[in-house]
């Protein structure tokens, strides 16, 4: 069982870009996912997360009504559109699968990590 990263790169600030993850497990829907990131001397962040039904969302107040998170289950996915990125959105993004079907914040919930994505904005 894995998590693959897709997607991320070089964005103009204020434009756009979108990542995915795909779980190659079989176990997807079960489980609530979420994205975090993490930049040079900083700590993960949680940027947004989503429940397993796809339902219920929530983001850090950093990125709300600019990010949106969504998932198919269908496909095993999950993805995160990134609008009106700023240079300060630059990191290396993460996808976690949690252990339950509700996300949370906290990094210690997560028990299956992407290897990551680079998104760097440029101003």
């Known amino acids: 069982v894995q998590l693959v990263e897709s997607g991320g790169g070089l964005v103009q600030a204020g434009g756009s870009l979108s990542v995915s993850c795909a779980d190659s497990g079989r176990t997807f829907s079960r489980h609530a996912m979420g994205w975090f990131r993490q930049s040079p001397g900083k700590e993960r962040e949680f940027v947004a997360g989503?429940?397993?039904?796809?339902?219920?969302?929530h983001y850090a107040d950093s990125v709300k009504g600019r990010f949106t998170i969504s998932r198919d289950n269908g496909k095993n996915t999950v993805y995160l559109q990134m609008n009106t990125v700023k240079p300060e959105d630059t990191a290396v993004y993460y996808c976690?699968?949690?252990?339950?079907?509700?996300?949370?914040?906290?990094?210690?919930?997560?028990?299956?990590w992407g290897q990551g994505t680079q998104v760097t904005v440029s101003s």
């Open positions: 989503i429940s397993w039904s796809g339902v219920t969302t």
């Open positions: 976690a699968a949690a252990s339950g079907i509700y996300s949370t914040v906290e990094v210690r919930s997560y028990d299956l």
